[in-house]
């Protein structure tokens, strides 16, 4: 099993060669982020109900053409020994492309008897391309001797990858180069393993403005790095924002420290931040993941003045008693997710937003475009000018469309969605984005992201347009 391509994904499954990924969202630029979706409540100048794209987090793997051991296993040689009829269906299913069934069928096949380690690899493979990771690597850890053991160490390792374990990838990987130094899928697993183990520096601007003149400029500095083990995740970052509306300008330049221990059960991380000047206030957050991190818990004081995007919150220094939760689950027809957070904010209101949705695994269009659909809601205890809190709430119901296209070292994709109002301060709406990430070099990368927006707010017509440009360094 082959990762031989990298792009933007959603966490869903784009088709059989679409594996799943469970990388978990990174805060690559916080300043430079204007949708509400990221921070559960960014307003002023905001993208409208879907995700943000963010490209580093996401990756799209796709099998190798060139491993005939997963498509076409079989007994096809004459020296191998004929199938029974329920272990040949699954021989069969799987050249026939059916990987779900050979998943399901597989599993139980396995519960009652021990297949041949060709059929195992052949399960392995299929229970990893329908996303069922966790399935998967039982199936790859009982072939770790034998004629297949380079093999399966792959393919588990591509899962530790995709599940944001590459500290556990990479030595499966370099075990696999010891015994064979010309393996493809070896090397280029490694070399997407290691762009994410490796100490990283990002350089990002931004700007984003809307048609009430709010305006956004942000420029950002960080730096990503682990200990020797790999399982503790450090990074330090500054960043500047520069709010304005006609007459009114704001900046506030802060330092950000964040920590991850990915190798503890809940896999914790810590974010604490400071305003360098002007406000002596400390934010602080924490998120832990429950339930093979299919959810996701997150509170603390969040620097609410500056997800407002708007001057005069960010001259006021709100702050905000933020509480969240996130959780995603994969069915056959989809990936659903589901979001809710809650702001009590210091000027004495509070605001909540939610989120449903749904990437579909149905692929009219082929396997690079996903559609989605799915609801936004925010509400408000009072409306305030400083900030989008509509007391009378606000719901969307959207649609849209995403394509993805890349290869190892590029990345490109487009999306749109249009929304109608399901309740208050909604209407008729449309996005669009685009983007894309270059390796100039093999440690250095260029990205940029656009999007544009057309939507209903305050009882008038707002649009909202934004801009990113990020430079990325690995210093492996």
Known sequence: MKPSVCLPTLRSILAPVLLLQTLPLTTLAQTTDFSPSAAGGRQGISTPATEPLILAPFKYIAPSTADTTTKSAGPTEP??????????????????????????????????????????????????????????????????????????????????????????AVPLYRAVLANDPGNSSALEGLDLATRETSPRTLLSFGRGADSSDNERRSATLNHRWRDSSGAHVMEVETSLVVDSLPGV???????????QNVNLALKPSLELSMPTKDDNSLYASVRVKLFDEKVTLSAGRVNWGRMATNPNALALHLSAIHAGINAAKDYSFGNLSARFNFYDISDNNSVWTGNLHLTSSWR???SHFRPFVGMETRGAAVQTANYWSPSQGSGTLYAGLIGEWGASDWNLYGSGQAGVRMYGDAGTSWSLGAGGKYWITSNLALSVNLWSLDSWRDNASYKAQAATVNLEKLWR
Request: net charge neutral; no cysteine.
């Open 79 to 168: 020296d191998k020994p004929k199938r029974k009829a329920s272990l040949q269906r699954i021989v069969d299913l799987n050249a026939a492309g059916d990987y779900q069934a050979v998943g399901t069928e597989g599993l139980a096949l396995m519960a009652r008897e021990k297949p041949d380690d060709e059929l195992q690899l052949i399960v392995a493979n299929s229970l990893a391309w329908t996303g069922r990771l966790k399935e998967a690597i039982p199936a790859y850890q009982g072939l770790r001797a034998g004629k297949y053991a380079d093999q399966a160490a792959v393919g588990l390792a591509s899962i530790y990858h995709w599940r944001g374990r590459d500290d556990q």
């Open 249 to 259: 300008e704001t900046s506030q330049q802060d330092l950000t420290v964040r920590y």
């Open 364 to 366: 009219p269009l082929g």
